[in-house]
Nanobody
Framework: QVQLVESGGGLVQTGGSLRLSCAVS?????????MNWYRQAPGKQRELVAT???????TYVDSVKGRFTISRDNAKKTVYLQMNSLKPEDLAVYYC?????????WGQGTQVTVSS
């Protein structure tokens, strides 16, 4: 059974930092999956925040460029999202996604709240 478990969310003041983690289990070839972080703010559609490819290339939505960093540890089957200089508009539930040509798996989400 494939499981993606996010952690690291919480309440932080504007300008603060959080580091999200997504631990993956049940996938033998974790290194063969692109990993994504999505977020969904209240009343809004889910949006793709950051991607790290099989080869380690990264892409970000414009609103987080220069503030967020996605990384992965294939040995630990874990993907991270370092979030700095957080803003109230970053408030959302953050979801981890593992994507291959054939499969897409999701975590349950972790809440990030930024107070102004």
């Amino acid at each position: 059974q494939v499981q993606l478990v996010e952690s690291g969310g919480g309440l932080v003041q504007t300008g603060g930092s959080l580091r999200l983690s997504c631990a993956v289990s049940g996938i033998n070839s974790f290194s063969g999956y692109a990993m994504n972080w999505y977020r969904q703010a209240p009343g809004k559609q889910r949006e793709l925040v950051a991607t790290i490819t099989i080869g380690g290339s990264t892409t970000y939505v414009d609103s987080v460029k220069g503030r967020f960093t996605i990384s992965r540890d294939n040995a630990k089957k874990t993907v991270y999202l370092q979030m700095n200089s957080l803003k109230p508009e970053d408030l959302a539930v953050y979801y981890c996604n593992a994507l291959s040509r054939s499969y897409s798996y999701w975590g349950q989400g972790t809440q990030v709240t930024v107070s102004s």
